[in-house]
Nanobody, 127 residues
Framework: QVQLVESGGGLVQPGGSLRLSCAVS????????MAWYRQAPGQERGLVAS????????????NYVDSVKGRFTISRDNAKNTMYLQMNNLKPEDTAVYFC????????????????WGQGTQVTVSS
């Protein structure tokens, strides 16, 4: 079975930093898109950052929601099948449960990818 496990959440003061990790385990052929979402109480889950194959060979494309640009950095380690979200200068409005999402091809000849979610990790930014 494919499983995504998140870690790195916690309580931090405004202006502080956290680094989230999301590692996938199990049997699969490959991973295409990776992304971080977050959901605050009473809010819908929204995309925070994504990392996808770029147009140039060995390059990747990253995208961020406007509210985190310049503060958050998404990255991935293909050898470890792990995605990271470095969060700097955290603000109270960043408080949410953060979920990782991978688009995974289960087999070499899979026609489409499947979406997998992590269990969520709580990030609380408060004085």
């Amino acid at each position: 079975q494919v499983q995504l496990v998140e870690s790195g959440g916690g309580l931090v003061q405004p202006g502080g930093s956290l680094r989230l990790s999301c590692a996938v385990s199990g049997s699969f052929f490959g991973i295409s898109d990776m992304a971080w979402y977050r959901q605050a109480p009473g809010q819908e889950r929204g995309l925070v950052a994504s990392i996808t194959p770029g147009r140039r060979n060995n390059y990747v494309s990253t995208n961020y929601v406007d509210s985190v640009k310049g503060r958050f950095t998404i990255s991935r380690d293909n050898a470890k099948n792990t995605m990271y979200l470095q969060m700097n200068n955290l603000k109270p409005e960043d408080t949410a449960v953060y979920f990782c999402n991978f688009q995974i091809f289960r087999g070499r000849w899979s026609l489409t990818s499947e979406s997998y979610w992590g269990q969520g990790t709580q990030v609380t930014v408060s004085s």
